[in-house]
């Protein structure tokens, strides 16, 4: 399975951004998504997490009420729209495919990474 990230990029503080990341292979109706992101000088944290069908969605905090994430199981694809972008929101961002139908915003769980891509939001 390779995942591949992309949308990137630099955008100012109050903006929007859609990230997508698609996957290869034929399964990937069968398993959960996440996004993740890591900043610099910190560790890689749980943005975004959603299940095998869609159905349902988690968020961290610190994301809540500004970020959506979807899938289109017939585009082997997972999204993560990003509105309200602050400067902390700076990060590169990952996606990942979890080992089972159900995500967690625990550590574990994610047999697959992308490459991540880079959002930098600018005051």
């Known amino acids: 399975v390779q995942l591949q990230a992309s949308g990137g990029g630099l955008v100012q503080a109050g903006g929007s951004l859609r990230l997508a990341c698609a996957a290869s292979?034929?399964?990937?109706?069968?398993?959960?998504m996440g996004w993740f992101r890591q900043a610099p000088g910190k560790e890689r944290e749980f943005v975004a997490g959603i299940t095998a069908s869609g159905g349902s969605t988690g968020y961290a905090d610190s994301v809540k009420g500004r970020f959506t994430i979807s899938r289109d199981n017939a585009k082997n694809t997972v999204y993560l729209q990003m509105s309200s972008l602050k400067r902390e929101d700076t990060a590169v961002y990952y996606c990942a495919r979890y080992g089972s139908r159900w995500y967690s915003p625990e550590p574990g769980g994610m047999d697959y990474w992308g490459k991540g891509t880079l959002v930098t939001v600018s005051s």
């Open positions: 292979g034929r399964t990937f109706s069968l398993y959960a």
